[in-house]
């Protein structure tokens, strides 16, 4: 019989806090239309930020599948590396590398003849971040993150949790999807979910009810 077993100190503010971290953050982060109109800083602060936060919050719900043997606990492993390397990638190249050119662009005092350049990142199909593209590494990223948190969420209600965590889960992994973006609404929707379903997952283990696999 598979349980969801108690965690220290430390795994809980990984666990609660890295998406809660990532789901603050994405508030901030700017709606891109005219890439050479972004305001640069914050949208450079945000996406450093981002390379760091988004493996953390796939490790956050890999803790929350962590002791479950089987083939779900699995996908949902495999897909939350997948999301992380997929959305590093993405972050990297569409964040920080066109955010980059575009400060470069801006302080050459001649800005339009990098516009080819910045546009060839911006817009490319695999790692581009244009509202006007599909680029291959979000959208892969993006089907990681809701494949992963709905497996999560079937492990989480086998080992007993609760309806409550498990549709916090589900709401997870629907937010990149639905609203195609991490910045506001998708991004706060999905991280803030996994914070708060992490939370009472949390209290289920401790100070709540023992949870044990039926």
Do not use: K
């Amino acid at each position: 019989m598979q349980s969801l077993p108690q965690r220290g100190p430390l795994e809980t503010v990984l666990m609660v806090g890295a998406p809660f971290a990532l789901a603050v953050l994405e508030l901030f982060h700017p709606h891109p239309g005219d890439v050479f109109q972004l305001p640069l800083r914050v949208w450079l602060e945000v996406h450093y930020a981002q390379i760091l936060l988004f493996p953390l919050a796939a490790l956050a719900v890999v803790l929350i599948v962590r002791g479950n043997a089987g083939l779900v606990a699995g996908i949902a492993r495999v897909a939350m590396f997948a999301f992380a390397v997929t959305f590093v990638a993405f972050d990297t190249a569409a964040g920080v590398v066109t955010g980059v050119l575009v400060q470069a662009a801006q302080a050459s005092g001649a800005p339009q003849q990098w516009r080819a350049p910045v546009l060839a990142v911006w817009t490319h199909p695999i790692i581009g971040g244009s509202p006007d593209t599909t680029p291959l590494l979000a959208v892969a990223g993006s089907v990681a993150w809701s494949v992963g948190l709905a497996m999560t969420a079937i492990v989480v209600r086998r080992c007993g949790g609760s309806w409550i965590a498990a549709l916090l889960l589900i709401v997870s992994s629907l937010g990149l999807s639905v609203f195609r973006t991490h910045a506001w609404p998708g991004g706060p929707v999905s991280f803030g979910a996994l914070a708060i379903a992490a939370a009472w997952i949390r209290w289920e283990r401790t100070g709540g009810r023992r949870v044990t696999a039926t």
